[in-house]
């Protein structure tokens, strides 16, 4: 299974900018996929997770009501829009799957997840 993230990019303190997340190979099987995000000196960090159905979806306090997280219908793709992004949401974006098609209490934990893409740079201006 290989994961690639991709649209990261330089955008201004206000703007937008929508992350894609693209899920090829073997996919057998049912998988949540979420977004985690690193900035520079810090650990990684939680951003949002989705079920395979895509009915479920949790967000990290920070991205509530600012980031939505989505899934298209062959369940291939998982787009991250960001809105109203600040200085401080600059970072590598990863995206990682789990084999699992519903969402437990583990879901922010990066340890769970069995599968990571590469990250896409993130980097909003002030």
């Known amino acids: 299974v290989q994961l690639q993230a991709f649209g990261g990019g330089l955008v201004q303190d206000g703007g937008s900018l929508r992350l894609s997340c693209a899920v090829s190979?073997?996919?057998?099987?049912?998988?949540?996929v979420g977004w985690f995000r690193q900035a520079p000196g810090k650990e990684r960090e939680f951003v949002a997770v989705?079920?395979?159905?895509?009915?479920?979806?949790y967000y990290a306090d920070f991205a509530e009501g600012r980031f939505t997280i989505s899934r298209d219908s062959p369940k291939s793709t998982v787009a991250l829009q960001m809105n109203r992004l600040k200085p401080e949401d600059t970072a590598d974006y990863y995206c990682?799957?789990?084999?699992?098609?519903?969402?437990?209490?583990?879901?922010?934990?990066?340890?769970?997840?069995?599968?990571w893409g590469q990250g896409t740079q993130v980097t909003v201006s002030s």
């Open positions: 990682a799957a789990r084999r699992i098609s519903f969402v437990d209490s583990y879901y922010a934990r990066q340890n769970v997840y069995d599968y």
């Open positions: 190979g073997q996919t057998y099987g049912r998988y949540t």
């Open positions: 989705i079920s395979w159905s895509g009915g479920t979806k």
